[in-house]
């Protein structure tokens, strides 16, 4: 027995990483795989619809009837309301396994348990494996996470491009190299057609990859190539499919519009909403796809410029409804709601409790020897002030804070760390004075 028990303990030494790397995918997979299988047949309403609407009639190949009377066929889909990203995604999914409402959510919770994995590889990079470690079990356990791969909505697969494109920028960054500058923004590309708004990370991953770099010539090499790729993702199921389809240039889709416009209307306490219009009244114009997106954007245009000193009010909401507010809401409520109706609203009881210890913490960890690998803990505060930065020029809800909850999360368990590694050692202090 005790052979046995010294020969595991020899195979841990050697295969550490690898063991605990397999036992966070684990403790992370199961209880995300246990509820996708349990709502495996519950349809959502809301964002989750029309991903899989667009998802479908990109599988089947069908088309749409564009603002010119055409019928129109993309080979890049045709759809132009929402990133095409995570819809392709899906449209892959069901052309490789066939459709059902729920075919989609045990891959979601793969790739889910994926992510928690690289949260412990970047923990362990940039902080210690103690660090690593502690940051993926907060994630493996965070029920707006466990719960997210249930739903048809883009957060499990742009949270895994973004931390994969993290630790990889982590990995190459002082010696980036043209074929490796180039699969970043490959995958930069693809991330910011998943979620548009991520493309406010592009300068600042620039910024930092001077930063590493330190040599001019290379940095402005390595930046073309990185860039060019992020363009040759991102532009045509985008920016040319929306114009050949429209006929107007749509700097990500035609979903855009709405979300800054829903990002001030929404808000309480506002002295003309009147010049907004509210929805109901802007769907009935009739106004083709295009034209509606900007509408919306025309009509916030005109209402801040005629009250400009509410815009410290509005970017203030924002940010409380991004950073602050206790709960996160996933799709709609259902009427009369059925004891398997309960997820249609994901509201998590521990959420304030969780949130904001992680939130301090975090903050806190952030401030916990601030110039150590100061590098590293760069590339993950650019995560956060990209997309503090989105706040500027769209709406704040709280499920918009979930890429940045993992840097938190990292930063917190640094700060649990260090300040039980200082405990220990004022204890070990204490007791060697004793004696």
């Given at each position: 027995?005790?052979?046995?028990?010294?020969?595991?303990?020899?195979?841990?030494?050697?295969?550490?990483?690898?063991?605990?790397?397999?036992?966070?995918?684990?403790?992370?997979?199961?209880?995300?795989?246990?509820?996708?299988?349990?709502?495996?047949?519950?349809?959502?309403?809301?964002?989750?619809?029309?991903?899989?609407?667009?998802?479908?009639?990109?599988?089947?190949?069908?088309?749409?009837?564009?603002?010119?009377?055409?019928?129109?066929?993309?080979?890049?889909?045709?759809?132009?309301?929402?990133?095409?990203?995570?819809?392709?995604?899906?449209?892959?999914?069901?052309?490789?396994?066939?459709?059902s409402v729920g075919i989609a959510k045990p891959f979601q919770s793969v790739l889910d348990a994926v992510t928690c994995l690289l949260i412990f590889l970047i923990g362990d990079r940039?902080?210690?494996?103690?660090?690593?470690?502690?940051?993926?079990?907060?994630?493996?356990?965070?029920?707006?996470?466990?719960?997210?791969?249930?739903?048809?909505?883009?957060?499990?697969?742009?949270?895994?491009?973004?931390?994969?494109?993290?630790?990889?920028?982590?990995?190459?960054?002082?010696?980036?190299?043209?074929?490796?500058?180039?699969?970043?923004?490959?995958?930069?590309?693809?991330?910011?057609?998943?979620?548009?708004?991520?493309?406010?990370?592009?300068?600042?991953?620039?910024?930092?990859?001077?930063?590493?770099?330190?040599?001019?010539?290379?940095?402005?090499?390595?930046?073309?190539?990185?860039?060019?790729?992020?363009?040759?993702?991102?532009?045509?199921?985008?920016?040319?499919?929306?114009?050949?389809?429209?006929?107007?240039?749509?700097?990500?889709?035609?979903?855009?519009?709405?979300?800054?416009?829903?990002?001030?209307?929404?808000?309480?306490?506002?002295?003309?909403?009147?010049?907004?219009?509210?929805?109901?009244?802007?769907?009935?114009?009739?106004?083709?796809?295009?034209?509606?997106?900007?509408?919306?954007?025309?009509?916030?245009?005109?209402?801040?410029?005629?009250?400009?000193?509410?815009?410290?009010?509005?970017?203030?909401?924002?940010?409380?409804?991004?950073?602050?507010?206790?709960?996160?809401?996933?799709?709609?409520?259902?009427?009369?709601?059925?004891?398997?109706?309960?997820?249609?609203?994901?509201?998590?009881?521990?959420?304030?409790?969780?949130?904001?210890?992680?939130?301090?913490?975090?903050?806190?960890?952030?401030?916990?020897?601030?110039?150590?690998?100061?590098?590293?803990?760069?590339?993950?505060?650019?995560?956060?002030?990209?997309?503090?930065?989105?706040?500027?020029?769209?709406?704040?809800?709280?499920?918009?804070?979930?890429?940045?909850?993992?840097?938190?999360?990292?930063?917190?368990?640094?700060?649990?760390?260090?300040?039980?590694?200082?405990?220990?050692?004022?204890?070990?202090?204490?007791?060697?004075?004793?004696?």
């Amino acid at each position: 027995m005790i052979r046995w028990v010294q020969r595991a303990a020899d195979i841990y030494k050697k295969h550490d990483g690898l063991i605990l790397s397999i036992l966070i995918f684990l403790i992370a997979l199961l209880p995300r795989l246990a509820f996708a299988i349990y709502n495996y047949n519950v349809a959502y309403p809301g964002d989750d619809d029309w991903y899989r609407k667009f998802a479908v009639e990109m599988q089947q190949g069908r088309g749409m009837i564009t603002d010119w009377g055409m019928y129109q066929n993309h080979p890049l889909g045709p759809f132009t309301y929402g990133p095409p990203g995570y819809i392709y995604f899906l449209a892959a999914i069901y052309t490789l396994f066939g459709y059902s409402v729920g075919i989609a959510k045990p891959f979601q919770s793969v790739l889910d348990a994926v992510t928690c994995l690289l949260i412990f590889l970047i923990g362990d990079r940039v902080f210690g494996r103690s660090t690593g470690l502690i940051a993926a079990l907060l994630f493996a356990i965070y029920s707006p996470f466990i719960q997210m791969p249930s739903h048809l909505q883009s957060e499990p697969l742009f949270l895994f491009l973004l931390y994969a494109l993290t630790l990889l920028a982590l990995r190459w960054g002082r010696n980036l190299n043209l074929a490796q500058a180039f699969s970043l923004g490959m995958l930069f590309g693809y991330l910011a057609i998943t979620r548009g708004v991520l493309l406010l990370l592009l300068p600042l991953l620039l910024l930092w990859l001077a930063f590493s770099q330190r040599q001019l010539k290379k940095w402005i090499i390595n930046s073309f190539w990185l860039t060019l790729a992020v363009a040759l993702v991102y532009l045509p199921p985008t920016v040319v499919k929306s114009y050949q389809i429209h006929g107007v240039f749509v700097a990500t889709d035609t979903h855009g519009g709405y979300g800054v416009w829903a990002g001030v209307v929404s808000l309480p306490g506002l002295r003309d909403t009147a010049v907004l219009q509210t929805k109901g009244e802007i769907r009935n114009l009739g106004l083709s796809e295009a034209s509606e997106d900007r509408l919306f954007y025309t009509l916030t245009e005109f209402y801040l410029r005629r009250h400009p000193q509410e815009l410290p009010q509005i970017l203030l909401e924002r940010f409380n409804n991004m950073f602050l507010d206790y709960s996160t809401y996933l799709g709609d409520p259902v009427k009369n709601p059925g004891p398997r109706d309960e997820p249609f609203i994901l509201r998590t009881r521990q959420d304030p409790y969780f949130w904001y210890t992680i939130l301090i913490l975090g903050l806190l960890g952030m401030a916990t020897h601030p110039t150590a690998n100061l590098r590293e803990r760069a590339l993950l505060y650019a995560i956060v002030l990209s997309q503090a930065a989105s706040l500027i020029i769209s709406q704040g809800v709280p499920r918009y804070r979930l890429p940045i909850v993992p840097v938190f999360m990292l930063t917190a368990s640094y700060f649990l760390v260090t300040a039980w590694s200082q405990m220990r050692n004022i204890h070990h202090l204490e007791v060697a004075h004793r004696t």
